[in-house]
T-cell receptor, first 111, second 111 residues
Framework: AQRVTQPEKLLSVFKGAPVELKCNYS??????LFWYVQYSRQRLQLLLR??SRESIKGFTADLNKGETSFHLKKPFAQEEDSAMYYC?????????????FGKGTSLLVTP | DTGVSQDPRHKITKRGQNVTFRCDPI?????LYWYRQTLGQGPEFLTY????????KSRLLSDRFSAERPKGSFSTLEIQRTEQGDSAMYLC?????????FGPGTRLTVT
């Protein structure tokens, strides 16, 4: 069964502190993972895709197949990073690449 | 083209009424997805179109739900005989590859 787990509903950090948003997955095939972000009153938008291995807004995420994890990290959090973050797993075959989302983690960066 | 659009943004209806939502994808995108999101959850896949063909439906999509994409462009999602449990945010996304772009959603409240 495919499953995405984000164990923290809420994560609060101070501005300038490192932040790590956890994501674990279960999938029998070769996983393809994404991070989506939703800022207040905005639509869901793609933040990172593991295949691209790029850094967006200072965030990075590495796929660890041994630990089945895809944690999102940023060395120095900014107040504008406060948002809802969703980890998502791409489900292949009949679903035409439908996304399987975790429940999300709300990140709050305080001054 | 300013991205995926959805109409209406909000809908309040009485239990037992029928409702219809519309999604206009990004014009060159051949894939269109519908998701549902309830409070405290990530988006859950409902159904998927490639061009005008509906290729996959989730078990979440009961017989009261129907979706169409008649000309491979915009899509409609209809819920018949609405129930209070249908209250949720209904999200539409479109893609040309594996990266999905989301609309702002339609928030349905069933009273």
């Amino acid at each position: 069964a495919q499953r995405v787990t984000q164990p923290e509903k809420l994560l609060s950090v101070f501005k300038g502190a490192p932040v790590e948003l956890k994501c674990n997955y279960s999938y029998s095939g070769s996983p393809e993972l994404f991070w989506y972000v939703q800022y207040s009153r905005q639509r869901l938008q793609l933040l990172l895709r593991h295949i691209s291995r790029e850094s967006i807004k200072g965030f990075t995420a590495d796929l660890n197949k041994g630990e089945t994890s895809f944690h999102l990290k940023k060395p120095f959090a900014q107040e504008e990073d406060s948002a809802m973050y969703y980890c998502a797993l791409l489900a292949n075959s009949n679903s035409g690449y439908a996304l399987n989302f975790g429940k999300g983690t709300s990140l709050l960066v305080t001054p | 083209d300013t991205g995926v659009s959805q109409d209406p943004r909000h809908k309040i209806t009485k239990r037992g009424q029928n409702v219809t939502f519309r999604c206009d994808p990004i014009s060159e995108h051949n894939r269109l997805y519908w998701y549902r999101q309830t409070l405290g959850q990530g988006p859950e896949f409902l159904t998927y179109f490639q061009n005008e063909a509906q290729l996959e439906k989730s078990r979440l999509l009961s017989d009261r739900f129907s979706a169409e994409r008649p000309k491979g462009s915009f899509s409609t999602l209809e819920i018949q005989r609405t129930e209070q449990g249908d209250s949720a945010m209904y999200l539409c996304a479109s893609s040309f590859s594996k990266e999905q772009y989301f609309g702002p959603g339609t928030r349905l409240t069933v009273t």
